[in-house]
DNA sequence: CCCGTATGTAAAGCACACTTTACGTATCCT
DNA sequence: AGGATACGTAAAGTGTGCTTTACATACGGG
């Protein structure tokens, strides 16, 4: 599953530790996620989806 | 997080049996995420949302 | 009455999502 | 040089997503 967290969050200017705080996880959950160590529960998929503003098929994209 | 699976499959006249062997999943995986007592993981909900051919967000709903 | 199908549930086990604490490196500013 | 900020990562712990096996109930068709 690949995602644009890392693009998203660098064209908001956060740091990972803003992003965290505004998702409510931490910081390094948020670093997790933008290196593809595992993928977001899919509440924690729908947080991101609304501050971002975007669909979650617009934000994660499944591997095939 | 409540879901429209149950719904979605009864339309397609499918049995949770069924909806599990199309998904990749277990029968009583099917059964636990219908009756709500977990959420599914990302990748499975995208599966979810493919077979249906809806929009992750037209079969969950978070709770708030 | 029996058999097959559909559904709900339980227990044990494994892998993953997420936490806290902690340490390392790089960069930038004074 | 020293301090602050940002990022990467590791280890240990907790809870959840999902599995297999198994049992129970209900229903419909022979």
Redesign the pocket.
């Known amino acids: 599953?690949n995602n644009r967290i890392?693009e998203l969050?660098?064209e908001h200017d956060?740091?990972?530790?803003?992003?965290?705080r505004r998702?409510?996880?931490?910081?390094?959950?948020?670093?997790?996620?933008?290196?593809g160590?595992?993928?977001?529960?899919?509440?924690?998929?729908f947080s991101i989806s609304k501050l971002f503003a975007l669909a979650i098929e617009d934000i994660f994209q499944p591997e095939s």
Chains 1, 2 share one sequence.
């Open positions: 599953m890392q969050r660098q956060w740091s990972q530790k803003d992003l965290a998702l409510g996880v931490s910081r390094q959950t948020v670093n997790a996620l933008e290196r160590r595992y993928d977001p529960s899919l509440p924690l998929a």
